[in-house]
Nanobody, 124 residues
Framework: QVQLVESGGGLVQAGGSLRLSCAAS????????MGWFRQAPGKEREFVAAASRGGGATRYADSVKGRFIISRDNAKNSVYLQMTSLKPEDTAVYYC?????????????????WGQGTQVTVSS
């Protein structure tokens, strides 16, 4: 079993930046691909970004390309999401997820473990 705990959410003005963190425990972190998803009120959960086990491969949703960067530190069992140029439409609960398969498929059903989420609110 894998436990994931997100942190770093908050309220920020449009154009600002936030860095989300996700700490993992329970099994070897470098055996898991990691991803970030988000869910806005009244909308389905959507893929944001993913990183392979070693961090050498990444994938992003078109809506965040060029603005968000996913990274991981396997020595610290953590994955991060650096968000810049934030827009009001980025407002959502952001979830960290872990997958046993190392395929960066942008669908939630391919992820096996989930955190509780952290709220990000971008004001206009």
């Amino acid at each position: 079993q894998v436990q994931l705990v997100e942190s770093g959410g908050g309220l920020v003005q449009a154009g600002g930046s936030l860095r989300l963190s996700c700490a993992a425990s329970g099994r070897a972190f470098n055996s898991l691909a990691m991803g970030w998803f988000r869910q806005a009120p009244g909308k389905e959960r959507e893929f944001v970004a993913a990183a392979s086990r070693g961090g050498g491969a990444t994938r992003y949703a078109d809506s965040v390309k060029g603005r968000f960067i996913i990274s991981r530190d396997n020595a610290k069992n953590s994955v991060y999401l650096q968000m810049t140029s934030l827009k009001p439409e980025d407002t959502a609960v952001y979830y960290c997820a872990a997958a046993e398969l190392n395929f960066l498929v942008p669908t939630s059903k391919t992820y096996d473990y989930w955190g509780q989420g952290t709220q990000v609110t971008v004001s206009s």
